[in-house]
């Protein structure tokens, strides 16, 4: 059973950066990694996704906030530049099996750390 857990969130003012990061219980490296995130009121949507060196990210984020991993570590972590308020919300680390933009098709969360960007 994988279990994560995400820590680095915080408060930054927009145009900041911040890096989360997630460390997982088993060998991140045989899955896919995913963040998602949640605002008040809102779904859970998908932000990027890595496996092995292959990452795809959403629309509304691609350019300005990277993921990557760390295999020693069993560590995926989440760069985001130039943040806005709208990437306000709470972000989850996420296993699946394959690389997947779905919430439904992953099989371990983690208990999700909170980003506030104010204007």
């Known amino acids: 059973q994988v279990q994560l857990e995400e820590s680095g969130g915080g408060s930054v003012q927009a145009g900041g950066s911040l890096r989360i990061s997630c460390v997982s219980s088993g060998r991140s490296r045989n899955y896919a990694m995913g963040w998602f995130r949640q605002a008040p009121g809102k779904e859970r949507e998908f932000v990027a996704v890595?496996?092995?060196?292959?990452?795809t990210y959403a629309e509304s984020v691609q350019g300005r906030f990277t993921i990557s991993t760390d295999s020693a570590e069993n560590r995926v972590y989440l760069q985001m530049n130039s943040l806005k308020p709208e990437d306000s919300a709470v972000y989850y680390c996420?296993?699946?099996?394959?690389?997947?933009?779905?919430?439904?098709?992953?099989?371990?969360w983690g208990q999700g750390t909170q980003v506030t960007v104010s204007s």
């Open positions: 890595i496996m092995w060196s292959s990452a």
């Open positions: 996420a296993a699946a099996s394959f690389l997947t933009r779905r919430p439904d098709q992953y099989f371990a």
